[in-house]
């Protein structure tokens, strides 16, 4: 850990967070105001990046860069925990689960939805599913940390029942097809700002080291 420990000693682990969490921000703010009559009932965070949008090549390579910040942040924050007297094999499992995540969004990015229809929706479930688990993995570590508050174990798992609740409406949608799809949309924007305002709140939570 001595070379990871020299490489945030130079630039702090927290700014990863706030970057790449700028970065998502711009994009996706430049490629919905280029979306016709754009809605967050009616359109998906995928459709930014789909050919239909003449935004789309910024909109995927800054979802792109935004995953690969995020990979540098959560080493940061698990060596944070390993610090603070988290569990270290729970707290590399978490870690693992995290950078699995992000080369989901990354590899969102990299498979537009109009192209690569299928390739989309593997990366799509593999950023939902192993989010959930490092949020909940995360959780459980936090609660045995006295020196972390007990309101950042909550945001974890209100953030983690944000996505559950995006999976279940994804899986009710794709067994009946046409049902509800606006509440899907509105779900997949909800855990998408929950995830982004997780990662803030903890790069806030880690700024003082």
């Not at 009616?42 to 979802?63: E, P, Q, R, Y």
């Not at 593997?122 to 459980?140: K, M, P, Q």
């Amino acid at each position: 850990m001595e070379k990871v420990d020299g490489f945030y000693t130079k630039i702090h682990g927290s700014y990863f967070a706030f970057i790449g969490v700028a970065i998502f921000v711009i994009v996706l703010i430049i490629a919905i105001a280029v979306e016709p009559n754009f809605s967050f009932f009616f359109h998906k965070v995928s459709d930014m990046g789909a050919l239909t949008n003449s935004m789309h090549l910024i909109f995927n390579i800054g979802w792109a860069i935004t995953g690969v910040l995020m990979i540098f942040f959560l080493l940061f924050f698990t060596r944070y925990l390993l610090e603070k007297g988290g569990g270290s094999a729970l707290t590399w499992i978490s870690f693992v689960s995290g950078v699995i995540s992000a080369g989901g969004i990354i590899g969102l990015a990299i498979y537009n939805k109009t192209t690569f229809p299928d390739e989309h929706l593997i990366a799509e479930l593999i950023f939902f599913f192993t989010g959930i688990l490092y949020l909940f993995l995360y959780s459980v570590i936090e609660s045995k940390i006295h020196a972390i508050p007990r309101l950042q174990v909550i945001i974890n798992l209100v953030v983690a029942a944000l996505f559950v609740l995006y999976l279940v409406l994804l899986i009710a949608n794709r067994v009946s097809p046409g049902l509800c799809p606006e509440f899907q949309s509105f779900a997949e924007w909800l855990f998408l700002f929950g995830n982004l305002f997780w990662f803030v709140e903890t790069g806030i939570l880690t700024l003082k080291v």
